[in-house]
T-cell receptor, first 113, second 116 residues
């Protein structure tokens, strides 16, 4: 069974700092990996989607990388802003059952003004 | 383009009762997935519906059931509620596998269920 782990569970940084969030998964046979953002009491917003054949995706100040063989992904946030404060969730779908996404427990990010 | 809407946003039930949660998918999406998110945890896959049939199921007992309607909206039903069913229930819509843009999930804001 696929297990997804996110480290750290919580992170507090001053505004303007660059930061990296980590995600690891136990089964490298994935279909794709997505990073989501969740604001308190809200649903999830998709940030970046990386197909299993890709190494990275970029959107604005966000860059996500994927190393399928080692079961790792990172989300890099450049020049962090207070508005980036949220919980960031990583999810993978299996190559054999791509209907189902496995989520990590998230990293709660606080960017201090 | 409308997003995914869920109702109700909050509800309180007692053990043993039954609950129905509703979801309207994003315009153009034909697949709906349901997830359960306990406090402080990541979402867990309950099941997915495509063409009004269940198309994949997670590790949830049969008292969790669902429906999808011809307009692609969906319901999640939970019978014989237990305290551990207290959670945020998230609905996500997407296109079917093989269609361009499939696997990009659009989530609703969720229905927060409290079981007393």
């Amino acid at each position: 069974k696929q297990e997804v782990t996110q480290i750290p569970a919580a992170l507090s940084v001053p505004e303007g700092e660059n930061l990296v969030l980590n995600c690891s998964f136990t089964d490298s046979a994935i279909y794709n990996l997505q990073w989501f953002r969740q604001d308190p009491g809200k649903g999830l917003t998709s940030l970046l989607l990386i197909q299993s054949s890709q190494r990275e995706q970029t959107s604005g100040r966000l860059n996500a990388s994927l190393d399928k063989s080692s079961g790792r992904s990172t989300l890099y946030i450049a020049a962090s802003q207070p508005g980036d404060s949220a919980t960031y969730l990583c999810a993978v779908s299996d190559a054999g059952d791509f209907n189902k996404f496995y989520f990590g427990s998230g990293t709660k990010l606080n960017v201090k003004p | 383009e409308t997003g995914v809407t869920q109702s109700p946003t909050h509800l309180i039930k007692t053990r043993g009762q039954q609950v129905t949660l509703r979801c309207s998918s994003q315009s153009g999406h034909n697949t709906v997935s349901w997830y359960q998110q306990a406090l402080g945890q990541g979402p867990q896959f309950i099941f997915q519906y495509y063409r009004e049939e269940e198309n994949g199921r997670g590790n949830f007992p049969p008292r969790f059931s669902g429906l999808q309607f011809p307009n692609y909206s969906s319901e999640l039903n939970v019978n014989a509620l237990e305290l551990d069913d207290s959670a945020l229930y998230l609905c996500a819509s997407s296109l079917a596998q093989g269609e361009p843009g499939a696997n990009v999930l659009t989530f609703g804001a969720g229905s927060r269920l409290t079981v007393l």
